[in-house]
């Protein structure tokens, strides 16, 4: 649950974004910056998290009165080892310190739905148990502890926001869902599913995610909060969309199911207790602009062609300073 | 008529009820609260509570009622009810410090042998603890019974006046002597002093007797029962909403099922509400961490309340009429917790006009009242129609039997936008639909 300690009607706190490189990034900087406010947003060229030395760096560049975004981290499709979790691990140090040492006005660490697990409930909201599943889940959960720690002995407002699978235009990851359908549909005209696709799963557009943390940052909101839609579609719904939005017939190949069908619903309450004039992208207008995004005039094309490991983020730019 | 005079101490809606009623079976009452406002307020038949019947009731019964702020008039009552409602806090935590600071007035009032029956709500463990305290207090001739309170908001005077049974927690029964009186007789009226037992034998109904703790347990386990019987029709209800399924078409075949019963609680609504519940289930809860008993259900129970009261904002946000702050206009019909109270505790109207503090809302109740500073995005309007006007959203949010009679023909022209949102099926569907508008309930 998220408390509100501002004014939604004051001027948006500059932000520093630390994770320049990612997905979100791009999409947040773009819905501040037409919302007038100012940012640094700092990638891996600029600071390595992970390397010594990094908590001073960090702390030089921020300033009492902004708002940090924390959305930086190795992602899954970069590892699922130990040595990721360690990196990962190292970087909510470097962060928990450089906070302590500079005292920002606001925190917010991007984290992820994966902390939860489904098993014990057919309803998930943020009063959920976190119980990881798996080292990112468990990476997650550890960085949110580390962090919250520095913010509560440095008494900076802490904001978590966890989002369900994020997709949209620009996606980096490759992970099983709407991003690798609509690429995989491009390339090869083919969609692989699981079975039948029955998973069913809240997908949630970048955009509505940016708008959320967005909200959080003018509210000075603490507490926790699920970026979900309202809504968890099956990856076969998902599949079926994408192949009518493509113009060829796209072939859906079913693979052996291998793991057990599990669905991932949440209750969308405490979002809507919070910012109730939120509204989600319907998912049919995500894949579209996912998928309009994609077509070789988009410019994001090459993306449609890249290996996973090589994908870069739409923008080249790894540390933008906008007005 | 019946010439023992009863006492009766701590006039909130309990205090009232029971007073009003036992003058109904023909007992002559002396009813003390040390509010003077209050008890001449009550001599006028000014009720601080809205209950259907209770006019009627006082009318019919004064003669027999005395209202007094003057604790030494219950020096002449053999028998002396304490009736006060434990309050309760945002934590649904029980407040006994009011009942305590009364009994401190009424006790030293007691005659010789007169007998002392609390109905207020009583945490168990507290009347052998009372029971004891009194005996300190050199109280050893007046006897001390727990009579168990099951009235419903709304539906008081009736329950009051013909209980279905009577349930007593006493220290001086034994295993022996614990059991139903079905008929009405008075066997186990032996272990209750005469003019207690001839009071109960006035109500024409079966009394059940057991010792402190088992009454005041059993309090508790009726509403544990109401409880589980809502939160397991709430939750069948949203599982009908999504797959195409009618609540309303399943309860006739469960009411039939003498398993569950005619009267049973399978009315889907929007979380419990009005405290009693809410505080009983707080006290399970404590009673299982302290001695090590497994509550997990009762923690899902409170947790599916907290679901359900949602509801009605959760249509909103999906509907997406709260894009628009600035212009979005919400009409609600009902404010208090349930019908035909005056009550606002935990009420979901209430839940919701504060989430919704970022709107223009405008409200209408026949009774209940909301404090103005505390909702000062609410204009509260003096009728249904005045609270329809101009709305985008119409929300039915207490199923007062006004709104099932308003003339929707008239009325729901008078919206800007065409929704109407009635969680508990009052307004009638299938006009509305004809009407144009675009209608849901809970269940379907």
């Known amino acids: ?323 | 008529m019946n010439k023992q005079t009863i006492g009766f101490a701590g006039l909130s809606h309990l205090g009232i009820i029971y007073s009003a009623a036992s003058a109904a079976r023909g007992f002559s009452v002396v009813a003390f609260d040390p509010r003077t406002d209050l008890t001449a307020d009550l001599a006028h038949g000014r009720f601080p509570v809205a209950e259907p019947g209770l006019d009627d009731l006082y009318r019919e019964h004064s003669a027999r009622l005395t209202y007094t702020s003057d604790a030494s008039r219950l020096a002449h009552c053999q028998l002396v009810f304490v009736a006060l409602d434990v309050t309760t806090n945002d934590s649904n935590q029980s407040d006994l410090g009011p009942l305590e600071k009364l009994l401190a007035e009424v006790t030293p009032q007691l005659a010789h042998g007169a007998t002392l029956v609390i109905m207020s709500q009583l945490p168990p463990g507290y009347s052998r603890k009372l029971s004891a305290k009194l005996a300190d207090n050199k109280l050893r001739d007046n006897q001390l019974f727990y009579q168990v309170e099951t009235l419903v908001f709304g539906n008081a005077v009736d329950r009051a006046v013909h209980p279905e049974r009577i349930i007593i927690g006493s220290d001086k029964v034994g295993a022996d002597k614990v059991g139903s009186d079905k008929t009405g007789s008075d066997k186990p009226g032996e272990a209750l002093p005469a003019h207690y037992a001839a009071y109960l034998k006035a109500f024409e109904c079966p009394t059940v007797l057991m010792r402190y703790e088992s009454a005041e347990l059993c309090k508790i386990a009726i509403n544990c029962f109401l409880v589980s019987s809502i939160a397991t029709s709430n939750t069948l209800a949203e599982v009908c909403e999504r797959i195409g399924a009618d609540w309303r078409e399943i309860v006739p075949a469960l009411r039939l099922d003498q398993r569950i019963g005619t009267k049973a609680y399978l009315t889907p609504g929007l979380g419990i509400a009005g405290g009693n519940l809410e505080r009983d289930l707080v006290t399970v809860q404590r009673l299982a961490e302290e001695n090590g008993c497994d509550a997990s259900v009762v923690t899902a129970w409170q947790r599916n309340s907290m679901y359900r009261k949602d509801w009605v904002l959760g249509r909103l946000f999906a509907s997406g009429l709260l894009q628009n702050t600035e212009q979005t206009r919400i009409g609600v019909w009902g404010l208090a917790y349930k019908q035909d109270t005056h009550s606002t505790k935990n009420s979901p109207s209430l839940a919701l006009l504060r989430a919704l503090n970022a709107y223009s809302c405008q409200a209408y109740d026949p009774v209940a009242k909301i404090d103005a500073g505390q909702f000062p995005h609410v204009r509260v309007c003096d009728a249904a129609e005045e609270a329809a006007q101009d709305s985008d959203v119409l929300l039915v949010m207490t199923p007062w039997r006004e709104f099932a009679s308003a003339p929707l023909e008239r009325l729901l022209p008078r919206m800007r936008g065409r929704k109407v949102i009635d969680p508990y099926g009052v307004l009638a569907e299938a006009r509305c639909r004809q009407l144009g508008y675009q209608y849901e309930r809970l269940g379907a």
């Open chain 1, 1 to 323: 649950m998220l408390q509100h300690h501002r004014s939604p009607h004051s001027p948006l706190p500059r932000t520093v974004i630390l994770g320049a490189g990612g997905f979100l990034s791009p999409v947040l900087q773009r819905n501040l910056q037409a919302h007038g406010a100012t940012m640094m947003a700092l990638g891996r060229s600029t600071i390595d998290l992970t390397k010594p030395g990094a908590s001073a760096e960090l702390a030089a560049h921020i300033q009492p009165d902004d708002a940090v975004v924390m959305a930086a981290g190795l992602t899954p499709d970069k590892g699922k080892d130990t040595a990721t979790l360690m990196a990962n691990l190292r970087m909510a140090e470097a962060v928990a310190l450089a906070l302590q040492h500079s005292r920002p006005a606001h925190f917010l660490y991007i984290s992820s739905d994966a902390v939860y697990d489904a098993r014990w409930s057919s309803l998930l909201n943020e009063e959920s148990a976190c119980e990881p599943s798996d080292l990112y889940a468990l990476m997650h959960v550890a960085r949110e502890k580390i962090l919250g720690q520095a913010c509560q002995q440095a008494r900076i407002p802490f904001a978590i926001v966890r989002p369900c699978a994020i997709y949209g235009p620009g996606d980096t990851h490759n992970s099983y869902g709407p991003n690798r359908f609509l690429r995989s549909a491009l390339n090869s005209r083919t969609i692989a599913l699981f079975g039948a696709g029955q998973e069913r799963r809240h997908h949630v557009f970048v955009d509505d995610v940016a708008e959320l943390v967005r909200q959080c940052i003018g509210h000075a909101s603490t507490g926790v909060i699920n970026a979900v839609t309202g809504h968890a579609a099956s990856f076969g719904e998902v599949a079926e969309m994408i192949a009518a939005l493509a113009a060829d017939n796209i072939m859906i190949d079913h693979l052996p199911q291998s793991a057990p069908v599990t669905h991932r619903h949440f209750d969308t309450r405490a979002l809507a207790l919070a910012f109730p004039s939120l509204q989600a992208t319907e998912l049919a207008d995500g894949l579209r602009q996912s998928y309009a995004a994609l077509q070789p005039a988009s410019g994001l094309a090459a993306l449609s062609s890249a290996s996973p490991a090589s994908q870069k983020p739409a923008t080249k730019k790894e540390e933008a300073v906008c007005p």
